[in-house]
C-alpha cells in the first residue's frame, strides 16, 4: 500500500517564476493537509481540502498561494510569483475520512528553493 | 491560540543512554497530544499519541504520559540505540479542530 505520494522531491524556481506542488493521497483517503516547514521551524498548518473543496484555509497567506483537490487527480499547492521568503519544505498529508488527524499520514515533502 | 514549545536541540547521546525531549503546550479544553519522528529524508511518522489527561503513549520504546496538571507530555526512552537518530516533533490537535499544531522540532543523534 502506497504510503503519500510528493513530486517534485526538489524544485528550484527563480523569483517570479510559478511552483506547483503535487500531492497523491493514501488510497482511501479523501482528506488532504498541506504545511510549510520554514528552516530552523515547525511545521506550520496552511490549508486542509476534502475532494473539491477548500475546508480550512486559515494558515494560507492571503496572496500568491493557493490549494485545490479535484475530484480526479492529486492535490495541487501553486504558489504564483516565488520570492526567496517562500523557500521551505512543503508537506502533504492524508487522513481517511473518519479518524481525523489522529490519522494523519505525512508525504516525503517538497523542497522548494527560490533564487 | 494553540502552541507548542520544545526542547531546543540538538540532543547528542551515546547508545543505551536514557532519552527525555521536553514539550509543553499552551491550548484551550483538552487537546490531543502528539510525537511524529522524522528520519532523513523520509515524511513525518506518527510515533505515538494521547488523547486525554493520564493517558500514556507508546511504541517502539518510547513513552509520553499526558499531564494536565503541568501541560506536558515529555517524551522518554530508556535505551537509546542509533537508528534512534531522528527529529522528533511534538504537536496537538485541539477538538474540532483538524490541523495539527507543532514544535520546532529536537534533532536527536545517538552515537555508538
Known amino acids: 500500500n502506497a504510503g503519500v505520494m510528493q513530486n517534485p522531491r526538489h524544485l528550484v524556481r527563480r523569483r517570479g517564476q510559478e511552483a506547483r506542488l503535487r500531492c497523491s493521497p493514501m488510497?482511501?483517503?479523501?482528506?488532504v493537509y498541506w504545511y510549510r516547514q520554514l528552516p530552523e521551524e515547525g511545521l506550520k498548518f496552511m490549508v486542509y481540502?476534502?475532494?473539491?473543496?477548500?475546508?480550512?484555509e486559515s494558515g494560507m497567506p492571503k496572496e500568491r498561494f493557493s490549494a485545490e483537490f479535484p475530484k480526479e487527480g492529486p492535490s495541487i499547492l501553486r504558489i504564483q510569483q516565488v520570492v526567496r521568503g517562500d523557500s521551505a519544505a512543503y508537506f502533504c498529508?492524508?487522513?481517511?475520512?473518519?479518524?481525523?488527524?489522529?490519522?494523519?499520514?505525512f508525504g516525503p515533502g517538497t523542497r522548494l528553493t527560490v533564487l | 491560540g494553540n502552541s507548542v514549545t520544545q526542547m531546543e536541540g540538538p540532543v547528542t547521546l551515546s547508545e543505551e543512554a536514557f532519552l527525555t525531549i521536553n514539550c509543553t503546550y499552551t491550548a484551550t479544553g483538552y487537546p490531543s497530544l502528539f510525537w511524529y519522528v522524522q528520519y532523513p529524508g523520509e515524511g513525518l511518522q506518527l510515533l505515538l499519541k494521547?488523547?486525554?489527561?493520564?493517558d500514556k503513549g507508546s511504541n517502539k520504546g518510547f513513552e509520553a504520559t499526558y499531564r494536565k496538571e503541568t501541560t506536558s507530555f515529555h517524551l522518554e526512552k530508556g535505551s537509546v540505540q542509533v537508528s534512534d537518530s531522528a527529529v522528533y516533533f511534538c504537536?496537538?490537535?485541539?477538538?474540532?479542530?483538524?490541523?495539527?499544531?507543532f514544535g520546532t522540532g529536537t534533532r536527536l543523534t545517538i552515537i555508538p
Open positions: 494521547a488523547t486525554k489527561a493520564d
Open positions: 498529508a492524508s487522513s481517511p475520512p473518519v479518524g481525523g488527524a489522529d490519522t494523519q499520514y
Open positions: 488510497k482511501g483517503h479523501s482528506h
Open positions: 481540502l476534502q475532494k473539491e473543496n477548500i475546508i480550512d
Open positions: 504537536a496537538l490537535k485541539s477538538f474540532g479542530n483538524e490541523k495539527l499544531t
